[in-house]
């Protein structure tokens, strides 16, 4: 592999505190050198990142793939190219395929479809209990030898406080987090949508905040029983922002996630019966979507993850109450933070470039995340300025699922390099 | 200048989804179309050609036997031919979807969709994707509108006018679609609404459009001209809503010796199939100040309004009466 420069750009690296202007110089698959007029040797591939923001490359700490079992919604392969296309270098996949990512062969194989798309990395996380059915624990060193990074039951909150607890025990030996979908089942039930004035007129059952919060501190009271580390997906209400500050002041180990709609969005998109506004978490209301932006700008809420949940147009395309939950992410996710986040002055370029890289690999304790020397050559070129339109034909993921066609978002990678590799470059993009 | 109505002349859109959406210029128009509709209910022939080679679909995926009749005799009486398509027995329990259905109902070149289906929404989905008319004869929770408009009518044949009028919906609001259209119809049109019941069964987010809670039935009594009792179904005493239907008639229910403590005489809607002896005792449903019977009469005046009305139709119906009164017979 030659050695690729990417020359002239805004450098940022929260991993060392740096921001200004630099080459990047990768060699054989890592990061080689970071400074002022790297000089170019004979055979170096050249990237102009004038005008533009060098980063570490994104981190999703959250993403459904859906193969096995769904590839009419997505690949590992096509989920890798729109996460690449996002800009993001990582991705960590949740284990709710069919079968479920509960096993050595399964994480394995997951590992391998990844290598073999050879776009952004997958990291699979393993399932908390067998099948998910929230009964045995999986055998977590099995799964970590295979590959796995981080346990989850997503799709189907962890029910028993008493496989929660063990879950975080057992995990405590291995050195990784249990990731949750905070949700009290029996009071979510049925639930279509937020539990609040939108769904009372559209006569569709709620989902009150209490669920997901009665959860949250379920979990944070399990992590100071523990000593573990539980990390909270998808944070959608103004009450677990304030759990998760208190928790934090107390010390201990819990980090959190947010979603680009939860930052975004809120219940009135769902008017219409409008299905691709339906996600689990619910869009909740104004203030906790204030809230949750708030705690991205102070830090209660670690960092961005997607929650990229693909669904076939036919999925969608039927009775609110029958569509499925969720939206895909991945290739909207730094156009939404940007627009949302930077735009109005919440976070700087480099908080952001910390929330949706840096922070998501040391939480998972993943490689990159860094443009530290020696590091994985694992990075992105984005503009962040450009307005640019969400349209349908240019996702690179199989579905279209989401509630943004059509809006301008501000931001937008133009090259994502993995391991030294260029796996995209935005067509049209003159960069070298 | 040919004839034509006045600019400002409310219309209705393609479908009739809620009372939600429209204006109260929209839901005077449907009831003051329904006025004359009454009286072809009262003749020896009781058919007009006003719906004359249109084709009417009725698509219900929910048993109902009120509303399904009261549309079916609508289009009737409207001369429109009609088709009933129930979900069961139907390439509905094959697993084929929706849309898909209506599609294929749409291919045979259909005029109008009369939809009743358990899941919210659902009307305003079929609208969406076909070109026909349709009109919401219940869609979940969520609205509906023909029932509303009954009710309105009804109200306001007993009232004259519906501007300041008191009208306490009592029982089961969260689940109820007749709630949710009658509360919509009654605030556009200048009524007070105030929502009686359980707690459990009361979103108390409704406050906030301007309805008053009152968590007593006898408060709601006092205050109210008129009560419209919602039927209370079984099933959410096992959901958990309820302990049990004694206990709801005991504190719920709308009992004579309730009335009788009244400072006047109330008006008393239900939208049925009536729990007797749980929401309503049968001493107010078959008393003098019940409306039950001409609610159902007046539903299928109101549906031949709307039926009319989405159908293009202006002030000239009537010119079809003389038609069938010279042709004699009808079709």
């Not at chain 1, 002022?36 to 959250?62: F, Y």
């Amino acid at each position: 592999m030659s050695d690729l420069l990417i020359r002239g750009g805004r450098v940022i690296d929260p991993s060392r505190g740096s921001d200004g202007p630099a080459d990047v110089l990768l060699r054989d698959g890592k990061i080689e050198a970071v400074g002022r007029n790297i000089p170019m040797e004979q055979g170096t591939s050249v990237i102009d990142a004038t005008g533009k923001v060098v980063a570490p490359g994104l981190v999703d700490l959250h993403v459904h793939l859906r193969e096995p079992g769904f590839e009419h919604a997505e690949t590992i392969a096509s989920g890798a190219a729109a996460a690449a296309a996002g800009g993001f270098t990582a991705v960590c996949a949740m284990p709710n395929t069919d079968p479920v990512t509960d096993s050595l062969a399964t994480v394995g194989f997951v590992v391998r479809q990844a290598i073999r798309a050879g776009q952004a990395r997958v990291y699979p996380i393993g399932a908390v209990s067998l099948g998910q059915r929230g009964e045995q624990l999986t055998e977590f060193g099995e799964l970590i030898q295979a590959g796995a990074v981080a346990v989850s039951d997503d799709g189907k909150p962890i029910r028993s406080s008493h496989l929660m607890r063990t879950a975080l025990e057992y995990a405590k030996n291995f050195g990784i987090p249990v990731a949750d979908h905070c949700e009290d089942t029996s009071l979510a039930q049925g639930g279509a949508m937020h539990e609040g004035i939108v769904s009372a007129r559209l006569g569709l059952k709620g989902i009150p905040a209490a669920a997901e919060e009665i959860m949250v501190a379920r979990n944070i009271i399990l992590a100071e029983l523990t000593g573990g580390h539980v990390h909270l997906c998808h944070m959608s209400t103004r009450g677990s922002v304030e759990l998760i500050r208190w928790a934090k002041s107390k010390g201990l180990r819990v980090t959190a996630e947010a979603t680009p709609h939860h930052f975004t969005l809120t219940q009135e998109r769902c008017e219409g019966y409008n299905t691709n506004a339906k996600m689990n978490p619910p869009l909740r209301e104004a203030a906790d979507r204030d809230a949750i932006r708030q705690g991205l700008a102070d830090g209660t809420i670690d960092c961005i993850a997607s929650d990229h949940a693909p669904h076939h147009y036919d999925a969608k395309e039927r009775e609110f109450d029958e569509a499925p939950n969720g939206i895909v992410g991945l290739e909207t996710a730094l156009g939404l933070a940007l627009r949302e986040l930077v735009e109005p002055g919440l976070l700087s370029l480099a908080d952001l470039v910390a929330r949706m890289s840096t922070i998501p690999a040391r939480i998972f304790h993943l490689p990159g995340g860094t443009l530290a020397v020696g590091a994985p050559g694992d990075v992105v070129v984005f503009d962040p300025e450009r307005r640019w339109e969400v349209r349908r034909e240019a996702l690179h993921s199989k579905s279209m699922n989401t509630p943004f066609l059509g809006e301008t978002l501000r931001g937008q990678a133009d090259v994502t390099v993995v391991g030294g590799r260029v796996v995209f470059q935005r067509p049209g993009r003159p960069t070298s | 200048m040919t004839a034509s109505p006045p600019l400002s002349a409310p219309t209705l859109g393609k479908d009739l989804v809620g009372l939600e959406e429209l204006s109260a210029e929209q839901i005077r128009l449907i009831l003051d179309t329904a006025e004359p509709f009454k009286e072809v209910s009262e003749r020896a022939i009781k058919k007009v050609p006003a719906l004359r080679g249109k084709t009417i679909v009725n698509l219900f995926f929910e048993a109902s036997t009120r509303t399904r009749i009261s549309f079916e005799f609508a289009e009737k009486r409207l001369s429109a031919d009609t088709v009933n398509v129930a979900a069961s027995g139907s390439s509905v329990s094959k697993g084929e979807t929706l849309v898909d259905t209506a599609r294929n109902l749409e291919a045979m070149r259909i005029d109008m969709v009369v939809i009743r289906h358990p899941a919210s929404g659902a009307a305003q989905f079929l609208g969406s994707r076909i070109r026909s008319n349709v009109i919401n004869a219940g869609d979940g929770k969520h609205e509906h509108p023909t029932q509303g408009l009954l009710d309105l009518l009804t109200l306001r044949d007993c009232f004259g006018k519906l501007e300041g009028l008191k009208v306490a919906i009592c029982g089961d609001v969260l689940h109820s679609r007749v709630a949710r259209s009658n509360m919509w119809g009654l605030l556009k049109l200048g009524a007070e609404v105030a929502l009686c019941g359980p707690a459990t069964l009361i979103p108390r987010e409704f406050e906030s459009l301007g309805v008053k809670l009152i968590p007593r039935i006898d408060d709601a009594i006092a205050w109210a001209d008129a009560l419209n009792v919602l039927r209370l179904q079984l099933e959410r005493m096992e959901a958990g809503f309820i302990p049990s239907l004694r206990e709801y008639n005991r504190v719920f229910g709308v009992t004579r010796e309730r009335l009788e403590r009244a400072p006047k005489e109330l008006v008393i809607l239900h939208p049925g199939p009536m729990n007797r002896g749980v929401e309503i005792d049968s001493d107010v449903a078959d008393g003098p100040h019940s409306v039950i019977l001409p609610q159902v009469t007046n539903g299928v005046a109101v549906r031949m309004a709307v039926l009319y009305l989405l159908a293009g139709g202006g002030p000239d119906w009537r010119g079809g009466r003389e038609q069938v009164a010279a042709g004699g017979e009808g079709e």
